[in-house]
């Protein structure tokens, strides 16, 4: 063996070695699928912000609670990906704390809700355009920001579980949410966690939030359900039919809905949308005796517009299903009577102008006979 291959061997072999060791401290120290370690900067913190009697009185005379617990940080979405105290807290770096300038705890939310733009600048804009921030502006200090939703040290995935959406908004619509919960959706999302049916931010928006008491809402709320009931797969899976949109659309409700929403969205109009016939939160299926679309019920619920209407007046409602011998077989018939008897007028029709063409022309060949 030559010298200068010894020299090679060597230098390869002390590489070799030098990327093992490597490899073995890199193991050693962030081995596969290891937690991470505890964040100093929170474990700093949690020191005195661990002790649960840990608290202050504010100006206002109330008692602010000064704890976070430790299981709220672990299943926090900011903790676990190393986002730390300070980064909403930036105005406290160090101990001892700057003097407190917040007179409420209110005061103190409305404040740090603020450093959510930081981060969340897309939804944080949107939310300033919702009918929450519209309140606010007003001067109503308890409208909901981001914390009353999210929450402020255990912020975690919005729909884990999807009901806790709905007991969020119970916090301010405590009414709404109780009907809401007796409605035949309700019930099915609080039953079982069922993932088709609406909850709250559904039809009225996450963060932008609008009132939902203007016409352009009650315009665009007939395609807002049909976002579900015109999905057949979604309907099918629930023995429900998927043409009741389509067939809202050519009753004479749904081509004066759509002639307001295209001419004239913010004009208000009475002519019935989805929410006027089947409730707007206490929804219930047809077949419960408290539904207003009951058979028992249908007559007053048509009253509401029709105050004359007879009691023969539902005996044409069809329920948003296509004409039928199975299911109306009395106004299956009239409808094939009247498009029988229509395509045979307008024949009768066009015979008589052939007819009247033809002797119209025979005439005039007659009278240019010599």
């Known amino acids: ?82 986002i730390e105290c300070e980064a909403c807290h930036n105005n406290i770096t160090e101990y001892p704390h700057p003097e407190n300038k917040y007179q409420s705890k209110r005061e103190l939310s409305l404040a740090y809700y603020q450093t959510c733009e930081k981060c969340h600048s897309a939804n944080y804009e949107k939310a300033q355009d919702s009918m929450h921030a519209q309140v606010a502006a007003e001067g109503n200090k308890n409208a909901p920001v981001c914390t009353d939703c999210h929450g402020a040290h255990d912020v975690r995935p919005a729909n884990e579980p999807r009901s806790l959406i709905s007991e969020t908004c119970k916090q301010c619509h405590s009414e709404i949410v109780e009907s809401y919960r007796q409605s035949v959706h309700g019930a099915a999302l609080m039953a079982d966690e069922n993932p088709d049916v609406p909850v709250c931010t559904t039809c009225h928006g996450v963060h932008n939030i609008q009132d939902p008491r203007t016409s352009q809402f009650r315009v665009d709320e007939p395609e807002l359900c049909a976002g579900c ?15 009741v949109y389509s067939i809202y659309k050519r009753s004479w409700h749904g081509v004066d809905v759509s002639v307001y929403k295209a001419k ?30 009951n058979k028992q019920n249908l007559l007053t619920t048509c009253q509401q517009c029709h105050p004359t209407a007879g009691p023969n007046w539902t005996d044409a409602w069809t329920g948003h299903n296509e004409i039928s011998l199975e299911r109306t077989p009395f106004l299956f018939y009239v409808e094939k009577f009247y498009g029988s008897f229509t395509s045979f007028v307008l024949w009768i029709c066009v015979v008589y102008v052939v007819l009247q063409f033809v002797r119209s022309v025979v005439d005039r060949m007659r009278s240019n006979r010599p």
């Not at 009931?229 to 998927?242: F, P, Q, R, W």
């Open 1 to 82: 063996m030559t010298p200068r291959t010894f020299h090679r061997q060597v230098f390869w072999l002390i590489a070799a070695g030098t990327l093992a060791l490597l490899i073995s401290v890199s193991l050693s120290v962030s081995p596969v699928n290891a937690k991470p370690p505890a964040q100093e900067t929170e474990k700093y913190c949690l020191s005195c912000h661990g002790d649960e009697s840990l608290s202050m009185t504010l100006p206002s005379g109330e008692t602010l609670s000064l704890y976070v617990a430790q299981d709220d940080l672990d299943h926090s979405v900011h903790s676990t990906v190393g």
């Open 229 to 243: 009931h015109a999905n057949k797969e979604l309907m099918d899976k629930y023995g429900l039919s998927a043409d």
């Open 264 to 293: 004239w969205p913010t004009i208000w109009h009475d002519s019935a949308v989805c929410s006027d016939c089947h409730g707007i939160h206490d929804i219930r299926s047809t077949d419960d005796p408290a539904s207003m679309v």
